[in-house]
């Protein structure tokens, strides 16, 4: 494993290549940043809305993907207020017993501030069952569910005859995921590393009636064509888009952000996936995968705006990276089901052995000092 | 980095939509016009085309264009021809008889023999050191014309092997063209789109 040379990324992280001088590509990218025009970029978001004038019986300009949390509500108020657009925001609401009271407040919060929004449901049986699958068979549960999340958005547009649709990608992934060359376009979304091209056929072995199927279904590229669908990413047009700025305008506007300590959930932002909590299960198996959590992503970017050195964020990165209370695991399994002990024997299998010695009692001592190479 | 403004030139015969969202897409800004006062503000004029030779040529007198594209060409204008608008830069063209051309790069046009038509992708080579298609040297492209242009080799920059070498691209000065579509060419086409459209003025 190796890190780049001016921030804490590992060349672990999937879709990630290093420069010859040791770079990795999102500091790569941000470099380039101060050579960009972004009041030229806005023109052309102008320009691309233009393309896309209302459609004859709805009210709505463009929908938006939103859980409520820090870039869904901060791109509401700026599709609204800013470019005076009227969005219809589309959720997909996760199961009843995994929503935590934050999300709530945060999606009620959102409808308060004024917005229509429609909610999706994937059925909650075939959600726990699939979630499962996904935990056993990658060790990712979010890997069924991102599907559902991804595809509800482009599946009401289809719907509802609205074919522009904003998205923001998440501030951490933004810089590095492969999503190709060309910024805002976001229509090849599917390639997505959780999204494996929305490819469907390990859901199938698990459920085996398609039409529960149908909110994992993200629409093709046909049907993209067909329907005229344009997906957009608005982080691309804003040169401050970034965990803090989007956190601290959401926050001011009335989200709640995460109350626990990074202690406990290994986010030291705060603001990160905040209407769930089983997002800390994923960021530990993450980082037994890969070397890396949500600290990296966080601090990595505080690095590169100048707000702490990576020295200092060596410190903290050791010190919140793989942290999850054990509380946490236990109602994780309670929901999929399964017993402690196929959680980490399923978790021991997908450890990264070069990088972790696995101890007795689960024990993981890493191999690795942060910001050191392997 | 400057702000660049592409203008299309739209005489009204070609999908001009298509080539406005390829460019979208790439990151500039472009706007569809046959208002020369409008245009004359872009920093670079892009000529597309489809159809033939002699109705696109009336299409563009019948708007006054053709005298204002020589006039831009002439005051170091970027121009950027696309297929058909690639062949509507030579002198002419034999297509359904003789018909004139805007006359920016010497050569004619004459039709394709055996086979007739070139239509699929294909790979270009360039034939002499010219840096805004080096990047692209022996990448693929979609092209679709059944004539080609044929003229000077001092102004050939890159061919296409069918069965015989095709002329790719043409270039004299500013003034470039490309016989394949860059907008249906998936990224290598938006690849190198976006190189000409950002170097086309220094090159």
Known sequence: MRYCKTCLQPDTRPGEVFTKEGVCLACKNFLLKDSINYEDRFLLLLEILKRFPRSKNTIFDCILGVSGGKDSTRQALWLRDKLHLNPLLVCMSWPPEQVNNRGVHNISNLINLGFNMIISSPAPKTFKNLMRAAFLRYGNWAKSTELALYSSVPQVAISHKIPLIFNGEDPGQKESQALGDFGWDNNNLRNLNTLCGAKLDWLLKTEKNPSKLIPYIYPDFKEFKKKRIQIVDLGWFLEDWSFNTNGAYAVSYGMEPRSESPEDTGDPSYVSSVDEDWVSVNQLIKYYKYGFGKATDYFNEEIRFGRITRENAISMVTRYDGRCNKGLISSFCDYIEIPLSNFWSKVKKVTNKKLFHIGKNNNMQPLFEIGTDL | ?203
């Open chain 2, 1 to 203: 980095m400057k702000r660049l403004n592409i203008g299309i030139v739209n005489y009204e015969i070609g999908n001009y939509a298509s080539l406005q969202n390829t460019i979208h897409q790439i990151g500039y800004r472009c706007q569809i016009s046959h208002d020369k006062k409008l245009l004359n503000k872009c920093d670079i004029l892009l000529l597309p085309g489809v159809g033939a030779f002699r109705p696109a040529m009336e299409a563009i007198k019948k708007k006054g264009l053709d005298s204002f594209l020589v006039e831009q060409a002439r005051h170091q204008r970027p121009i950027l021809g696309i297929c058909l608008g690639m062949q509507l830069l030579s002198d002419g063209s034999y297509e359904n008889g003789y018909s004139k051309g805007l006359g920016l790069i010497p050569g004619e046009i004459i039709p394709l023999k055996n086979p007739r038509w070139h239509i699929g992708w294909n790979n270009i080579k360039i034939l002499r050191n010219d840096s805004l298609f080096e990047s692209s040297n022996g990448k693929s492209f979609y092209f679709n014309h059944s004539h080609t242009y044929q003229g000077p080799t001092q102004y050939q920059v890159c061919k296409a092997m069918a069965n015989k070498a095709i002329v790719a691209s043409i270039r004299r000065q500013k003034v470039l063209g490309i016989q394949f579509h860059p907008e249906k060419s998936q990224l290598e086409g938006k690849i190198l789109l976006k190189h000409l459209l950002s170097k086309i003025d220094n090159a």
